[in-house]
């Protein structure tokens, strides 16, 4: 079965190297938390708000080494007063986990996007999905 994960993260300054940082480690946990491999994925979906132009989040495919997987950046909707420097993803896979199986990741200052949503990193002491 298809299914997205949805994940998000602040990304703490406007450089590549940061925009890089936050991309693996949002990727990262994604992977883990639903044991994502490359051969199921479809397609990853990057959004980051207007105040992140330093880098494309994509660039993390090359860390992964998931070069044959169709990765894509836009620009969110640039909606006043939302929460800034907000990098976002779905990813779009094959798996035998049920909807509510799926482990979305929103880190750190992001977990306010989804309070609805519950992950391990919550448990853990930090952010939510």
């Excluded at 703490?12 to 693996?24: F, H, P, R, Y």
Aim: net charge neutral.
């Amino acid at each position: 079965m298809l299914r997205g994960i949805r994940g998000a993260i602040q990304v703490e300054d406007n450089t590549g190297e940061d925009i890089l940082k936050a991309s693996i480690v949002l990727m990262q946990r994604l992977i883990e938390a639903n044991k994502v491999q490359a051969k199921n994925v479809s397609a990853v979906f990057f959004t980051v708000t207007s105040d992140l132009n330093a880098a494309f989040p994509a660039e993390v495919r090359k860390h992964l080494g998931w070069n044959s997987v169709p990765f894509l950046c836009s620009q969110e909707i640039p909606v006043p007063e939302s929460m800034q420097k907000i990098l976002r993803v779905l990813v779009l896979f094959e798996t035998s986990l049920e909807q509510d199986e799926i482990r979305h990741q929103y880190l750190g200052a992001a977990a306010v996007l989804r309070p609805d949503l519950e992950s391990a990193s919550t448990r853990e002491g930090g952010s939510k999905k």
